[in-house]
């Protein structure tokens, strides 16, 4: 029956629309494949998904393989949020590599290290998990069940430390299988597809868009531009996007980004920056796993073929970590970063109105601005790293720290995540690399004169108090 689906399908005959024929082969063998399969396993929703996962790592044929690879799929998705708790746990704590088998390759290859002994060592200590995602990604639409799977597992088990090993092999793997080079840069305009763009509107996690007419003004004008990173496993999923505004100087506020424009009409006569005020991550299973610094670099290529005039290509950002920062910041009385009086200034932030009040918003400006400075250029998180998760990724690809722009987002969600703070990241194309090594390897922020300007000099030790202040030279 196989065979003669196969013919059918060659010849064109019963083909559905959309879908390929490796596909509908794959499927035709998982449903033959299910007729080689031990009683045991065909018992429905009595056999539990854990004796399914323990088959498949078992090793069969392909066509059996394939079938419970399906199974296990099916099955998972019917779970509940406690069962996939305990799925993940069984993964983390019953498929580890064999103890015995890993200590005799130790040995053999401690004895007579060579290519053929390392071999054997490596393959005793792989994690049977990987085994186990690899062959369940033979099934059908796996790829995307996987990274479901992922998803499931950071929100809901990973404090669980047999649920840690699981998603360190499924990082391992997901890393290896969304490579840079299987992935595909598509650019989204007015006319891609709606199944698209609807996710486009869903997944726009910086600046949301209010529907068709909003997502039109940001697709449709000559200087606007969309780029979105695809794999062939997930045709019509974006797994990450970036929105591009062409102008004629960087812009301090997203206001003047996103205010509304004409549907037609041409762009600036010579556009010389390219703005990257949104960038979104689409797939919450990839987490860890950065396209944003090849997405960046592949836009950068794109644009200046396309428009040559564009010579500055910075991002306006947000910050949002700043405000729950200068919140603890403004609670904790040891704090060294702010004096009594500018606490006392700033704690009118917790007015719901204070950005509607001119004269006491311009009061605050310099003291939230300088507090910004040291928020992105000395508060550290425990890996020596900026707090900011925003200033990490673009820092570390390596972007400077451009300029800090007052009031750059006054909508309700910038004011209550940053204070109305946003960032302009400029990433200068003769000095991203040295940039990059030297944060890379000495922690060091690429900053302007502008941004470090803002800084306050940080406060004397009770020794520089004792010394006498340094002489100064006479002109």
């Not at 669980?160 to 890393?175: K, R, T, Y």
């Not at 305009?189 to 997944?203: C, F, H, M, R, S």
Request: glycine letters at 6%; one cysteine or more; charged letters at 25%.
């Amino acid at each position: 029956m196989l065979r003669r689906d196969i013919k059918a399908l060659a010849n064109g005959r019963v083909m559905p629309l959309n879908v390929s024929f490796l596909q509908v082969l794959l499927g035709s063998i998982a449903e033959q494949g299910r007729q080689y399969l031990p009683t045991a396993l065909t018992g429905g929703r009595k056999v539990p998904i854990e004796v399914l996962a323990a088959a498949l790592v078992s090793g069969r044929g392909e066509a059996s393989g394939v079938a419970i690879a399906r199974e296990v799929l099916a099955r998972y998705h019917n779970l509940d949020a406690s069962e996939r708790r305990a799925f993940f746990n069984w993964l983390g704590s019953a498929l580890q590599p064999d103890t015995t088998a890993v200590a005799i390759a130790a040995k053999t290859y401690l004895a007579d290290a060579n290519a053929r002994t390392l071999q054997a060592l490596q393959s005793a200590v792989e994690s049977p998990r990987q085994e186990f995602f690899r062959r369940l990604n033979l099934a059908q639409g796996a790829t995307a069940g996987i990274v479901t799977m992922r998803h499931h597992l950071l929100t809901e088990g990973r404090d669980e430390p047999a649920a840690l090993q699981v998603d360190a092999d499924l990082q391992h793997l997901l890393s290896s299988w969304f490579n840079r080079g299987f992935l595909v840069l598509r650019r989204i305009d007015w006319q891609t597809p709606a199944v698209i763009l609807e996710k486009i509107i869903e997944y726009e996690a910086v600046h949301e868009i209010q529907g068709w007419d909003d997502l039109r003004r940001r697709l449709d004008p000559a200087d606007r531009r969309c780029f979105a990173f695809f794999h062939p496993s997930l045709v019509d999923e974006p797994l990450i996007f970036v929105e591009v505004a062409l102008m004629a100087e960087t812009p301090t506020s997203i206001q003047a980004v996103l205010r509304e424009r004409r549907k037609t009409g041409a762009a600036p006569t010579k556009p010389t920056t390219a703005v990257f005020y949104s960038i979104s991550n689409c797939q919450e299973g990839l987490r860890g796993i950065s396209f944003g610094n090849f997405l960046i670099k592949q836009v950068v290529e794109d644009l200046v073929r396309e428009v040559p005039s564009l010579d500055t290509f910075v991002t306006l950002s947000p910050a949002p970590k700043f405000s729950r920062w200068l919140d603890r910041t403004l609670a904790d009385d040891t704090t060294t970063v702010l004096t009594s009086a500018e606490r006392k200034l700033l704690s009118g932030l917790r007015n719901p109105g204070w950005a509607d009040d001119p004269e006491g918003a311009a009061r605050m400006k310099p003291v939230l601005l300088a507090a910004a400075a040291d928020y992105f250029l000395r508060a550290k998180s425990a890996d020596g790293e900026p707090i900011d998760p925003v200033a990490r990724f673009h820092l570390g690809n390596g972007a400077r720290l451009e300029r800090l722009n007052w009031f750059g987002d006054v909508s309700p969600k910038g004011l209550h995540e940053s204070y109305g703070l946003m960032v302009n990241y400029k990433y200068d194309l003769a000095a991203i690399e040295t940039n990059h090594e030297a944060y890379e390897n000495e922690r060091i922020i690429a900053a302007t004169k502008a941004v470090k300007g803002l800084l306050k000099a940080p406060p004397k030790t009770e020794l520089q108090k004792l010394l006498p202040a340094p002489k100064t030279k006479a002109k």
